[in-house]
């Protein structure tokens, strides 16, 4: 069975780019429940009027770890291509990551992913 960590990304600052004008929620891991899953919270808001302020933040020395659900994160680079701000490098880095969660989740279905206090922890990062 799926649980919800299958479908949160860990991003980095390398990941947010001031030129997309789509924003997005950044959250991070705040506990693991009763079933020892992972519950993720809304940290900030990700807008291009903030962008400085974040990506200084997650290059900070003692930064937590950060990550977007898939939801956002294809709209992030579908909206990105929209205007025109598109680089190959973003396509390969989504191929590569979209990919990666399908492997994670065949393996965790044939595994029984029981026991994992892990979350799926791919970064999503402009190569």
Do not use: W
């Amino acid at each position: 069975m799926d649980t919800i960590a299958h479908f949160y990304r860990e991003i980095n600052s390398g990941f947010l780019n001031k030129n997309c004008g789509q924003g997005f929620e950044v959250s991070y891991l705040a506990e693991y429940d009763e079933n020892d899953d992972p519950v993720f919270r809304k940290f900030v808001d990700y807008t291009p009027e903030n962008h400085e302020k974040i990506k200084k933040m997650m290059e900070a020395d003692d930064c937590m770890e950060f990550f977007i659900h898939e939801t956002d994160l294809k709209k992030y680079y579908k909206n990105f291509k929209m205007e025109g701000h598109f680089d190959m490098r973003i396509l390969v880095n989504f191929i590569k990551l979209l990919a990666d969660a399908a492997a994670a989740r065949v393996s965790a279905s044939r595994s029984g992913a029981a026991g994992s206090r892990q979350p799926n922890k791919q970064t999503a990062a402009s190569a």
